[in-house]
Protein backbone atom coordinates (compact mmCIF):
# COMPACT_ATOMS: atom_id res chain seq x y z
CA UNK A 1 0.00 0.00 0.00
CA UNK A 2 1.16 3.75 -1.27
CA UNK A 3 0.09 6.82 1.02
CA UNK A 4 0.64 9.77 -0.84
CA UNK A 5 -0.15 12.80 1.87
CA UNK A 6 -0.55 16.17 1.14
CA UNK A 7 -1.77 19.58 1.93
CA UNK A 8 0.68 20.96 4.38
CA UNK A 9 2.09 24.37 4.23
CA UNK A 10 2.39 27.59 6.43
CA UNK A 11 -0.55 28.98 8.15
CA UNK A 12 -1.15 32.03 10.66
CA UNK A 13 -1.63 30.81 14.64
CA UNK A 14 -5.49 30.91 14.57
CA UNK A 15 -5.90 30.11 11.18
CA UNK A 16 -7.31 26.40 8.73
CA UNK A 17 -5.40 23.36 7.27
CA UNK A 18 -6.49 20.30 5.61
CA UNK A 19 -4.13 17.29 5.08
CA UNK A 20 -5.31 14.55 2.95
CA UNK A 21 -3.39 11.32 2.35
CA UNK A 22 -4.71 8.65 -0.82
CA UNK A 23 -4.14 5.06 -0.57
CA UNK A 24 -3.07 3.51 -3.46
CA UNK A 25 -4.87 0.43 -2.34
CA UNK A 26 -8.40 -1.23 -1.39
CA UNK A 27 -7.03 -2.70 1.91
CA UNK A 28 -7.27 0.68 3.13
CA UNK A 29 -11.08 0.18 3.16
CA UNK A 30 -10.89 -2.22 5.89
CA UNK A 31 -7.99 -0.26 8.06
CA UNK A 32 -7.37 1.69 10.68
CA UNK A 33 -5.95 5.11 9.77
CA UNK A 34 -4.63 8.02 11.19
CA UNK A 35 -2.36 11.00 11.32
CA UNK A 36 0.85 11.38 13.60
CA UNK A 37 2.94 13.98 13.86
CA UNK A 38 6.71 14.62 14.56
CA UNK A 39 8.86 17.54 16.11
CA UNK A 40 12.65 17.13 15.95
CA UNK A 41 14.18 15.66 19.38
CA UNK A 42 10.64 14.23 19.99
CA UNK A 43 9.04 10.90 19.46
CA UNK A 44 6.25 10.38 17.22
CA UNK A 45 2.55 11.64 18.31
CA UNK A 46 -0.58 9.99 17.39
CA UNK A 47 -2.81 12.99 16.93
CA UNK A 48 -5.78 11.59 15.40
CA UNK A 49 -6.98 7.67 14.15
CA UNK A 50 -10.41 6.35 12.76
CA UNK A 51 -11.95 3.11 12.36
CA UNK A 52 -13.26 1.58 9.33
CA UNK A 53 -16.61 2.44 10.56
CA UNK A 54 -15.75 6.13 11.10
CA UNK A 55 -14.91 5.80 14.72
CA UNK A 56 -12.48 8.59 15.76
CA UNK A 57 -10.29 9.14 18.62
CA UNK A 58 -7.88 12.43 19.27
CA UNK A 59 -5.41 13.04 21.25
CA UNK A 60 -6.31 15.73 24.14
CA UNK A 61 -4.77 18.60 22.90
CA UNK A 62 -6.27 18.67 19.80
CA UNK A 63 -9.80 17.98 20.76
CA UNK A 64 -12.50 20.60 19.36
CA UNK A 65 -9.77 21.75 17.09
CA UNK A 66 -9.12 18.46 14.36
CA UNK A 67 -11.41 16.52 12.49
CA UNK A 68 -10.43 12.97 10.92
CA UNK A 69 -12.38 11.71 8.29
CA UNK A 70 -11.93 9.21 5.63
CA UNK A 71 -13.96 8.44 2.26
CA UNK A 72 -13.72 4.63 1.67
CA UNK A 73 -14.92 5.11 -1.68
CA UNK A 74 -11.98 7.34 -2.72
CA UNK A 75 -9.27 5.35 -0.02
CA UNK A 76 -9.08 8.82 1.01
CA UNK A 77 -7.91 9.90 4.98
CA UNK A 78 -8.60 13.77 6.09
CA UNK A 79 -6.99 15.59 8.86
CA UNK A 80 -9.17 19.28 9.12
CA UNK A 81 -6.91 21.53 11.61
CA UNK A 82 -9.08 24.48 12.57
CA UNK A 83 -8.14 26.95 15.24
CA UNK A 84 -4.09 26.33 14.83
CA UNK A 85 -1.54 27.16 17.58
CA UNK A 86 2.09 27.55 17.11
CA UNK A 87 2.45 24.07 19.01
CA UNK A 88 0.71 22.07 16.14
CA UNK A 89 4.13 22.84 13.79
CA UNK A 90 5.07 19.25 13.34
CA UNK A 91 5.90 16.79 9.99
CA UNK A 92 2.42 15.13 9.66
CA UNK A 93 2.53 11.55 8.41
CA UNK A 94 -0.45 9.48 7.63
CA UNK A 95 -1.01 5.45 8.91
CA UNK A 96 -2.84 2.49 7.95
CA UNK A 97 -3.01 -0.35 8.94
CA UNK A 98 -3.86 -3.74 7.52
CA UNK A 99 -6.10 -5.66 9.67
CA UNK A 100 -5.15 -9.31 7.50
CA UNK A 101 -1.29 -9.05 7.36
CA UNK A 102 -0.93 -6.74 10.31
CA UNK A 103 1.29 -4.59 7.78
CA UNK A 104 1.59 -0.71 9.03
CA UNK A 105 2.06 1.58 5.75
CA UNK A 106 2.95 5.08 6.48
CA UNK A 107 3.27 8.33 3.89
CA UNK A 108 5.63 10.57 3.46
CA UNK A 109 5.23 13.41 5.79
CA UNK A 110 4.35 17.06 5.19
CA UNK A 111 4.87 19.96 7.19
CA UNK A 112 3.00 22.05 9.01
CA UNK A 113 3.68 25.62 9.97
CA UNK A 114 1.71 27.45 12.33
CA UNK A 115 3.36 31.11 12.54
CA UNK A 116 2.74 34.55 12.30
Known amino acids: VQLQAYGGGLVQPGGSLRLSCAASDNIFRISAAGWYRQTPGKQRELVAS???????NYVESVKGRFTISRDNIRNIVTLQMSSLIPEDTAVYFC???????????WGQGTLVTVSS
Open 95 to 105: YVNDPLSHDGY
Open 50 to 56: ITPMHNT
